[in-house]
């Protein structure tokens, strides 16, 4: 099963290979903080006011709950 966190890009992670994820303050933006177990790091901003923007306290949320 994949989680989809970044709409725009199409980027999307495999919940088993998540290390940590944290929602975070990044100048002045709320970050999606994602890292995966090999160490890459993926980051997210809050853009839930856009069209098609990220909601990211869903996505946490979908990434806490398949662990």
Not at 33 to 53: I, P, W, Y
């Amino acid at each position: 099963m994949m989680i989809l966190l970044e709409r725009h890009t199409g980027l999307a992670v495999n919940p088993a290979d998540v290390s940590s994820v944290v929602i975070r303050s990044s100048n002045g933006w709320q970050v999606l903080d994602v890292k995966m177990s090999t160490g890459e790091r993926n980051q997210v901003r809050l853009t839930a006011h856009c069209f098609d923007g990220d909601d990211i306290y869903a996505v946490h949320k979908q990434l806490l709950e398949a662990k």
